[in-house]
């Protein structure tokens, strides 16, 4: 099965919260397929100098269309500025370096986040995950006010997608296969993640079929 998922989000979006219960599916039932992870900075202060405001309304409208919930402290946390520059450096520097280690540490960090309302923008926030993980990262990863290379370079590898696709909405999920990009509509599976792995099988089998 020579295929691919690029999934773009954004660590501290509620949507891409949700949708990582779909990767969580792919990646234990086709592990074959391999996941690039590609975080796009929407909630960084470093790259865009702004907030982007998460409501209430916002927050029901995931809960209803999925089965992530939102704890007391998150939500407190809501009238803060949010700043994803951290974790986007972070999660730049596994998806180059240590990429086994991206999935478990996104869990954790949005766990972190939504559960616990932790915020992320600094590293004594991050540091019992990192060691938990295992995760030797260098001092760019760990950097608050400043977008790494890395980041930096899958940056520009989204925007290059989103061309090609033609919306900047995350989360999304695009599976590469052979010549083929296709735009899974992600809202489908949130309530039944598991859903998406049978979705995703017919369209590599129609593929497959169609050459």
């Known amino acids: 099965m020579n295929a691919e998922l690029l999934f773009i989000y954004d660590t501290h979006c509620p949507w891409s919260y949700a949708a990582t219960a779909l990767i969580n599916e792919i990646n234990q039932h086709l592990p074959n397929i391999k996941i690039n992870y590609w975080h796009n900075a929407v909630f960084s202060q470093a790259e865009y100098g702004e907030t982007n405001n998460i409501t209430n309304e916002q927050l029901e409208s995931v809960k209803q269309a999925s089965s992530v919930t939102f704890s007391e402290d998150y939500i407190k946390s809501l009238s803060a500025p949010q700043d994803s520059t951290l974790a986007a450096n972070l999660l730049a520097w596994t998806n180059h370096k240590a990429t086994n ?111």
């Open 101 to 211: 280690k991206t999935l478990p540490l996104l869990n954790a960090l949005q766990k972190a986040h939504f559960q616990q309302g932790i915020a992320l923008t600094n590293v004594e926030q991050i540091q019992a995950i990192i060691d938990d993980l295992k995760l030797s990262p260098p001092t760019k990863a760990l950097k608050n006010d400043k977008l790494s290379k890395d980041a930096e370079f899958d940056l520009h590898e989204i925007f290059a997608i989103q061309d090609i696709i033609n919306t900047k909405a995350i989360p999304a999920l695009l599976l590469v296969h052979g010549d083929n990009l296709i735009l899974l509509n992600h809202n489908l599976y949130l309530p039944t993640p598991y859903a998406i792995v049978e979705a995703i099988k017919l369209e590599l089998n129609t593929n497959e079929s169609n050459k």
